[in-house]
């Protein structure tokens, strides 16, 4: 007996969804993060907020797969049980 496929984790509605996501937690900790660089310099204040938040901007992506595959997981076990 041949077990059944596993369901995709990642489909396009999913890839744009973590898209919309990750593009609007960067914008919004770039809003944060450019009064927090200490500089007089707008250019040096766009490159490290852009930076700190491009960051943070990953590890935001990274604990919303996280999310998906723990959530999942936890729903097959309810469905199982």
Known sequence: MANPPAPKLVTPATLAVDA???AA???FMFGVLK???QS???T???IFAGLSAG???GVFWLTIQMFRVVYRFQKELKAKS
């Open 20 to 22: 919309i996501l990750v």
């Open 25 to 27: 937690f960067f914008f």
């Open 35 to 37: 009064s927090h660089v």
């Open 40 to 42: 007089e310099d707008p």
């Open 44 to 46: 040096n204040i766009r």
């Open 55 to 57: 960051c943070m901007s």
